[in-house]
Nanobody, 124 residues
Framework: QVQLVESAGGLVQAGGSLRLSCAAS????????MGWFRQTPGKEREFVAA????????YYADSVKGRFTISRDNAKNTVYLQANSLKPEDTAVYYC?????????????????WGQGTQVTVSS
């Protein structure tokens, strides 16, 4: 069992930056591929970024590529999402997720555990 707790999001102006973190319980964090997803009302949860168990490989949605950076610290059981050059369309509830056997990083059904979500609002 893995519990994921995201840090507080916040309100930021367009063009600004925000760093989200997600702390995981347990001693098996390094066995999980970690992902970030986001969701806005009335829409499906969408993939944002993912990172391999070792942190050597990262994946990004086209919409955030070049602006967001995912990283992890296995010693601290934490995954991060650095979001720069934020746009109003980045406004969403952001979720971190952990998957033991992820085949397709963008497929939310491949993930086993989810955080509770944190609101990020970007004002124009």
């Amino acid at each position: 069992q893995v519990q994921l707790v995201e840090s507080a999001g916040g309100l930021v102006q367009a063009g600004g930056s925000l760093r989200l973190s997600c702390a995981a319980s347990g001693r098996t964090f390094s066995r999980y591929l970690m992902g970030w997803f986001r969701q806005t009302p009335g829409k499906e949860r969408e993939f944002v970024a993912a990172i391999s168990m070792s942190g050597s490989t990262t994946y990004y949605a086209d919409s955030v590529k070049g602006r967001f950076t995912i990283s992890r610290d296995n010693a601290k059981n934490t995954v991060y999402l650095q979001a720069n050059s934020l746009k109003p369309e980045d406004t969403a509830v952001y979720y971190c997720a952990a998957g033991l056997e992820v085949v397709t990083v963008a497929n939310l059904n491949d993930y086993d555990y989810w955080g509770q979500g944190t609101q990020v609002t970007v004002s124009s």
